[in-house]
């Protein structure tokens, strides 16, 4: 009997054993069933959410000028959704005040882009992937946070427009940028930068430039090598005196120097038969010069204003200064007072 009954508590300890293992792995069944339905029910709506998004994407797709274009306006796109890359035919971006913090590094998929406008957003990185946009002519991010440059927009060779103004701590430029032969437009403004950029001086094709608001200190010597600029903007800087090689900007036609610490003006200057429009304004230069006053229209009053500064002031400045420099020509008369000799003569 003894026999029997451990061989009838063997069998129950492992019916027990045998039911447990079967209840769990018909419960791990159960779990993996009910993961599966969730990750497929996640699946599905993650699919229905793209088609929503990418629906309401389309709706901001528009054709100008034989141009695809996605255009946004003050709608809160913080991030762009991996829907956007099933519209690879886009040729240009417009979003303006959207929040965006981040260009996506999908970016590169769009092969036929050739504007990229993402000013006043809260962009703080341009991503390496951007340099793959090899058609891209136009690139402008100004008033986000962008702190830095990555080499990898050097490589952008159809590369015509840079605007990265009102970024405030950026301070520099990736060397390569000078290889840019295409690059004619270049708004660097309201920025850190002390110093033009050596790369600035070796673009080819420059021919507008905006340092404005910066802290230029002074300007390179050799600024002359930008030969085709002609659009030089440089107000609020703390630029103390111009370089004599600015005269030689033969295509210069608009120079802006408003509001920075000159002192004088180069003579040279004057040569510089180009220059359309020039701007001195709120400089403390040593010479005080006024231009004739003359009977003006309301309308004319208002140029004069504008010109109270201008070309016709630079070269009644140089005159005086030269006037002033020069030995004064006169005819010297002389009195002389010569202590008396005797018997001796002086003749004058």
């Avoid at 159960?30 to 389309?58: S, Y």
């Avoid at 060397?175 to 840019?180: P, R």
């Avoid at 659009?231 to 295509?251: A, D, G, V």
Wanted: charged share 30%; hydrophobic share 40%.
């Amino acid at each position: 009997m003894t026999g029997v009954a451990v061989c009838f508590g063997t069998v129950n300890s492992v019916k027990a054993l045998w039911e447990t293992r079967i209840k769990k792995s018909r419960d791990d069944q159960q779990k993996e069933r009910e993961q599966r339905d969730k990750a497929a029910v996640g699946r599905l709506a993650l699919a229905w959410e793209d088609r929503i998004t990418l629906a309401k994407l389309k709706e901001r797709v528009v054709t100008e000028e034989g141009r695809v274009i996605l255009r946004i306006e003050k709608e809160e796109w913080k991030t762009l959704p991996p829907a956007l890359k099933q519209l690879p035919q886009l040729q240009e971006w417009q979003l303006h005040r959207t929040g965006l913090q981040k260009i996506p590094r999908f970016i590169a998929t769009f092969q036929n882009l050739i504007v990229l406008d993402l000013s006043r957003n809260a962009i703080a990185e341009i991503p390496k992937e951007i340099g793959q946009l090899t058609k891209l002519k136009e690139l402008l991010v100004s008033y986000n946070r962008v702190s830095s440059l990555p080499e990898e927009v050097c490589s952008c060779e159809s590369l015509e427009k840079l605007e990265l103004a009102f970024n405030r701590d950026l301070d520099e430029l990736p060397t390569q940028l000078g290889n840019l032969k295409k690059l004619y437009h270049l708004d660097l403004s309201m920025n850190q930068f002390t110093s033009i950029p050596e790369c600035i001086l070796n673009l080819p094709g420059l021919e507008w430039l905006d340092m404005g608001g910066n802290r230029l200190q002074s300007l390179p010597d050799d600024i002359h090598r930008m030969e085709k600029v002609h659009t030089l903007w440089l107000q609020r800087n703390e630029l103390e005196y111009l370089p004599e090689n600015i005269s030689r900007m033969h295509s210069l036609d608009t120079l802006v120097l408003s509001s920075n610490k000159l002192r004088d003006i180069p003579a040279l200057m004057e040569g510089m038969s180009n220059l359309r429009f020039v701007n001195f304004r709120d400089n403390p230069l040593t010479l005080e010069v006024s231009l004739p006053t003359q009977s003006l229209s309301e309308e004319e009053e208002e140029d004069d204003d504008r010109e109270m500064f201008g070309r016709e002031f630079m070269h009644t400045y140089i005159k005086e200064a030269r006037k002033r420099e020069s030995p004064t020509s006169y005819t010297s008369v002389l009195n002389v007072t010569v202590a008396a000799v005797p018997g001796t003569a002086l003749a004058l």
